[in-house]
């Protein structure tokens, strides 16, 4: 089969809506889909900044009289090279700021509508609301996007197959069953055999039940999510999908993350240059107001603050990393208690810690750039991007050995350093007492400055990008293709 046609269904795509790295994933595989002959359109909601993007667009479907309190319609556009399909429905989407948060900082209390509006219209266009693109697999991403398969199933009509990908299944979109009764489905779906889930309507449940394939973002998470202590309720429901689940290590577009291309940092380079890479140290410390010094190892951390991520464990064990000489520069928000923890460790050693609690796609670049080694010590991590890129910029990557942490980095044990495989440092449990131990690995390789550089070499030389992701979702796209035609 050539010239596959899909429609990706995503709540955010970089680099119009970002929160995390959902939003990579949907602006990314797109254009890495084209040299496999897959023609992706992105349906997505139309928040302020993607109608100013979109500009005027061209509406593409009728308007919906009513969806979910209000008109709707369908606009077209290309933005940022991505073929765009934008909901253009004002009373649910026209707010500024965060795709999922009021000013409050809390959920939209009509998040349910909200997205359940994104799925019935990514399942309209499946059955054929737009005669110049009929998909032959609707790809549905996250909770935000799953009730699609759903509104197909109940559709009763021939369809297009679907997939679902599990970016965070710690995310589910669980809401009352009052909802249920907005949600045009038949009365016969809210049932253990439907949408229904824990007494109320789970909208990432009903797309794994009745989706074709899922896939999440790792193969190792993939094995994960199917046990108790990973499944988070869902685990009963994905050991029974079998072999309809899938894991598939994310990449990261080369282009953007490109250290010999790179304007965000203060000196390309590339792996024949790699002595070039101590500027950007330089600079990214002087940009934290940390003490100038090629003989400090600076660690950085670019994460949401959480307790998945496991910022507390560093926290924990900073006062060692600092005694033995090492700095930190962290870049990112969230919990509060974490923020105030680290931002006094900034203020009790100016020089040694720095911290920027926001987020900033530039600086982040120069993160990966300067830092000697990043941080990434996650309870849980269904793929992560930021140790992807800190392979790509020589930044070696410090990782619990979870998910797609453990299927993406290589360990410097004595075998992988023997056989020259070796392109960072992972530990488990995830414990203060195990992420303190590979940060004395960390000093230990700091000082050696040929395995040091063997192991940035090797890092910068591995293959990150979207290319074998790319055919193995573009093989499950024509295998459940097949099998919806």
Not at 263 to 276: F, V
Not at 296 to 304: A, D, I, N, T, Y
Not at 320 to 348: C, M, P, V
């Amino acid at each position: 089969m050539s010239g596959l046609k899909v429609l990706s269904v995503a709540s955010e795509v970089f680099p119009l809506v970002k929160t995390g790295g959902l939003a990579d994933v949907a602006g990314a595989l797109p254009g890495a889909l084209v040299r496999e002959d897959v023609d992706m359109r992105t349906l997505i909601p139309a928040y302020p900044q993607v109608r100013h993007k979109l500009g005027d667009g061209v509406e593409v479907a009728s308007e919906y009289e009513d969806l979910f309190g209000g008109p709707a319609r369908i606009l077209a556009g290309r933005v940022a090279g991505l073929d765009l399909f934008a909901l253009d429905a004002p009373h649910l989407f026209d707010r500024p700021g965060n795709p999922y948060l009021g000013p409050d900082g809390q959920d939209w209390p009509d998040n349910a509508r909200r997205f359940a509006a994104l799925g019935r219209a990514g399942a309209d266009i499946g059955l054929g609301a737009i005669a110049a693109f009929q998909p032959d697999v609707v790809h549905a991403h996250d909770w935000q996007a799953a009730l699609a398969p759903a509104y197909l199933h109940y559709s009763g009509r021939p369809g297009p197959g679907s997939l679902v990908t599990i970016h965070n299944l710690a995310f589910q979109g669980h809401f009352p069953e009052s909802v249920f009764w907005e949600l045009g489905l038949p009365a016969e779906a809210l049932s253990l055999e439907g949408v229904e889930y824990y007494g109320g309507v789970g909208y990432l449940k009903a797309g794994l039940l009745f989706c074709d394939v899922v896939t999440t973002v790792s193969p190792t998470y993939a094995r994960e999510i199917r046990t108790p202590e990973f499944g988070m309720g869902l685990d009963g429901l994905l050991r029974s999908r079998g072999a309809a689940v899938h894991g598939i290590v994310n990449g990261i577009d080369e282009a953007v993350w490109n250290p010999g291309a790179d304007s965000a940092i203060a000196q390309p380079y590339n792996p024949l240059r790699i002595d070039m890479r101590a500027r950007n140290k330089a600079a990214l410390q002087r940009r934290l107001g940390l003490q100038l010094s090629v003989d400090r190892p600076l660690f950085g951390v670019v994460s949401r603050l959480s307790h998945q991520k496991g910022l507390d464990l560093l926290l924990h064990a900073l006062p060692a990393l600092l005694d033995k000489g090492g700095q930190l520069g962290l870049l990112g928000a969230g919990e509060r208690w974490l923020e105030s923890g680290f931002g006094d460790a900034a203020a009790s050693r100016p020089g040694s810690v720095s911290c920027v609690f926001d987020y900033d796609e530039k600086l982040a670049h120069l993160f990966q750039a300067g830092a000697d080694f990043i941080l990434v010590p996650s309870r849980f991590e269904p793929c992560g991007l930021t140790q992807l890129c800190a392979l790509r910029y020589g930044a070696t990557p410090i990782v619990s050995r979870v998910g797609g942490l453990a299927d993406t980095v290589i360990d410097g044990n004595e075998a992988a350093l023997t056989a020259g495989v070796a392109t960072g440092i992972q530990f488990a449990p995830p414990t203060v007492e195990a992420l303190a131990y590979a940060i004395e690995r960390a000093f230990e390789f700091f000082g050696d400055p040929a395995a040091m550089r063997r192991m940035r070499l090797n890092g910068m030389r591995s293959d990150v990008s979207w290319r074998g992701p790319a055919k193995r979702y573009a093989d499950l796209y024509r295998s459940i293709a097949r099998s919806a035609a």
